[in-house]
């Protein structure tokens, strides 16, 4: 697996990607960086764990409401022959980049 340095709000992350992976998670990225600069442009919420757990709510509703997402391939559970991203993996990643243990705060 090889590692892809990236920004999300202007803080630089290293993460694991597959072999020809890489533009996929570019998107993903970009669509990450994108919902929560919007968040955070709002002005309502400044703490960055916060504003990365309000994106990904809101990413997930879109996906459960079978509302494309730019950058994410696949509908909700029953939808057909396409796949959900492996969201476990995902969280996974995102706490390994936030360094913490997964626990809300």
């Not at 990413?59 to 696949?74: I, S, W």
């Amino acid at each position: 697996m090889k590692q892809m340095e990236v920004t999300i709000m202007g803080q630089s992350y290293l993460l694991g990607c597959p072999e020809g992976g890489e533009a996929a998670l570019s998107k993903a990225v970009s669509q990450v960086d994108k919902e929560m600069s919007a968040i955070r442009d709002a002005g309502r919420v400044k703490a960055r764990e916060r504003i990365a757990v309000l994106a990904a709510l809101n990413l997930a509703y879109q996906l459960a409401e079978d509302k494309p997402v730019p950058g994410v391939r696949g509908k909700a559970a029953g939808a057909g022959d396409a796949e959900l991203p492996d969201l476990d993996g995902l969280i996974r990643r995102l706490d390994e980049a936030l360094g913490h243990d997964g626990q809300l705060l």
